[in-house]
C-alpha cells in the first residue's frame, strides 16, 4: 500500500521561509516525478512544482526564484523549500508522485502566511 505524508506547513510571516517534507513508502520514488500542489480556499488545485526521476526541475510562475524542489530517492523522500513567502502562497499543499497510469497524494499541509 502507497502511503504519501506531508509534514512541514505552519504559520509564517510575510517574507518568511517554510520547507515542506513529503515522506513516501510503499513504491520506489526514483522511478515516479514527483510534484507540490497547492489550493486555495475557492480555487483550483494548481500545480507549483516537479522534478522527474532524472531530476529535471519545472516550477509554476508565480513561485519561480523563491520555492526549490528536490528529491533524494535514497530515501523515499522529497521537499519543497519555500523561501520569500507571499501572502498569496497560502494554501494547502499537497505532495504528488506520479507514473503513467498511477498517481499517489497525501493529505495536504496547510501553509499560511500572515502577519
Known amino acids: 500500500q502507497v502511503h504519501i505524508v506531508e509534514s512541514g506547513g505552519g504559520l509564517v510571516q510575510p517574507g518568511g521561509s517554510l520547507r515542506l517534507s513529503c515522506a513516501v513508502s510503499g513504491i520506489s520514488l526514483n522511478i515516479y516525478a514527483m510534484n507540490w500542489y497547492r489550493q486555495a480556499p475557492g480555487k483550483q488545485r494548481e500545480l507549483v512544482a516537479s522534478?522527474?526521476?532524472?531530476?529535471?526541475?519545472n516550477y509554476a510562475d508565480s513561485v519561480k526564484g523563491r520555492f526549490t524542489i528536490s528529491r533524494d530517492n535514497a530515501k523515499n523522500t522529497g521537499s519543497l523549500q519555500m523561501n520569500s513567502l507571499k501572502p498569496e502562497d497560502t494554501a494547502v499543499y499537497y505532495c504528488?508522485?506520479?507514473?503513467?497510469?498511477?498517481?499517489?497524494w497525501g493529505q495536504g499541509t496547510q501553509v499560511t502566511v500572515s502577519s
Open positions: 522534478i522527474t526521476s532524472g531530476g529535471s526541475t
Open positions: 504528488n508522485v506520479r507514473r503513467g497510469g498511477y498517481d499517489f
